[in-house]
């Protein structure tokens, strides 16, 4: 496999892509580099159908290898929220900045003690012979009374994962792409990609 797709426009996710995938021959392209200039519903009820049906739809336009990923944060006390609805949680929806959203999400625990959270990301990468690979990562830790830092993006910057004594947004991308949620899921992606490349040595 020499290309893959990422079913997203986001900058940021691409270059967390690219950087983790960096020891791997193979380009990486956003969707609309790959001429797919459209955005996918997310009507699935968890992850693992919203990653599937944004790889499905951009695999369909291309015949290519698509990677697709649907992360998002579960707080304890709000009983998983935002969950699914991380990207578009605060009022505004998706039209909402990062900081509009997570300061929505320190309004609903205020006062709150139980601030025990994690963020999740699953992972669907469907290939042109019919494979299915599909891995899912978890960062577990707990959401600050403020924001801290200015790195990273959504949640980061309230986020303080187990282990450590600053949020996601201090704690930089070297640090991230070792710990993240998604980092997780896709260390176990690379390694399901190099055995079915036959390349896992």
């Not at 891995?135 to 282990?163: A, K, S, W």
């Amino acid at each position: 496999m020499k290309k893959l797709i990422l079913a997203s426009n986001n900058a940021k996710k691409l270059k967390e892509l690219k950087a983790i995938l960096s020891d791997m021959d193979v380009e990486i392209l956003s969707q609309r580099e790959a001429g797919c200039n459209f955005e996918v519903e997310e009507t699935g009820t968890t992850f693992a159908e919203n990653a599937y049906l944004k790889a499905k739809a951009v695999f369909d336009t291309t015949g290519e290898a698509t990677v697709a990923d649907d992360s998002g944060l579960m707080v304890d006390a709000l009983n998983g929220e935002p969950g699914v609805y991380s990207a578009r949680y605060a009022p505004g929806g998706h039209d909402a900045s990062d900081k509009e959203k997570y300061m929505y999400l320190l309004s609903k625990l205020e006062g709150v003690t139980d601030r025990r959270a994690k963020f999740v990301s699953s992972i669907c990468c469907l290939l042109p012979d019919g494979t299915e690979i599909r891995t899912e990562g978890e960062c577990r830790g707990q959401i600050l009374t403020e924001p801290h830092g200015e790195g990273g993006f959504g949640y980061d910057p309230v986020f303080m994962p187990d282990g450590y004594s600053d949020s996601m947004a201090v704690l930089g991308s070297e640090v991230k792409n070792k710990i993240s949620h998604r980092a997780h899921a896709l260390e176990k992606f690379r390694t399901e990609l190099r055995r079915i490349n036959g390349t896992d040595k």
